[in-house]
Structures are given as C-alpha cells and as structure tokens.
C-alpha cells in the first residue's frame, strides 16, 4: 500500500507538491486542462476533444442551456450545464441556447449539453486524483 504525503492542513497543501487543487479546477474551467498541466497530453486532448464536440454538438442540435432552478428537472439540468465551466458560460454570455425546447432534437441537444458537463467534472476529478497520487495512470 503507498502512503500519501503529508499534507498542511493550514494550506491545503501536499508536502512537496505544491496546489494539489489545480489541475481540479483548470479542468473544470477548460476541458482536459488538468490533465495538460500534469503533461497527461494525450489524455488531455482526447478529453478536451470530445467534450468540446459533445458541447458544440449540442448548440448546433439547438439545445437548451438551462439558467434557473423552477423544478427539480431544471436544476438538474443547470447542475450538469455548469460543469461545462466556461463553455458554459460563454455560451450563455453569447446567448446562444436561450430559446426554448420546441422539438425533440433541441431535447437531444440539450441532453448533449448536460451530459458534456458531467463528463467534464468526471475529468477533472481524475486529474485531481492523479495530482495527489490516488490514482496512478
């Protein structure tokens, strides 16, 4: 079994390792940017690649971008949309996915959407879980 290092409990800091929540949060803010600052370049630029397409998929199928919270569905929705990180909110910035599901393939898109910004946070995640050595690969 590997033993961790110690971490500063003052900082948030492991012992020789600097900010272990960098690559946790470049990733959520752009897709495969965790993995990019650990030289996971591959990885990184497979990740990137495909939620970037997931997401720009889902504005060409006209897919919605959910903004507020009126039942439990949307918040859902909302949850998802914002682990797109700045795509999400460029996108609303650009008003693009404003106009309301009217067919089913706006339905699909916005499926799309969600789906690309859990996809994301799952990303990001493991970047962080390299980082701290939870994970090795």
Avoid: C
């Amino acid at each position: 079994m590997a033993t961790l290092p110690k971490k500063n409990a003052a900082t948030g800091e492991t012992a020789g390792q600097g900010f272990v929540y960098l690559p946790l949060i470049a990733g959520w803010l752009v897709p495969g940017a965790g993995h990019f600052l650990l030289h996971k370049w591959m990885r990184g630029l497979l990740l990137a690649g495909s939620i970037v397409a997931m997401f720009a998929l889902g504005l060409a199928m006209h897919g919605k971008l959910f903004t507020g919270a009126q039942d439990i569905l949307d918040l859902l929705g909302l949850v998802g949309d914002l682990g797109n990180g700045l795509l999400f909110f460029i996108g609303r910035a650009l008003g693009l996915g404003a106009a309301p599901v009217q067919i089913t393939t706006q339905d699909y898109g916005s499926k799309f959407i969600v789906v690309a910004g859990l996809l994301n946070v799952i990303a990001a995640v493991d970047a962080h879980n390299l980082r701290t050595g939870r994970k090795e690969s």
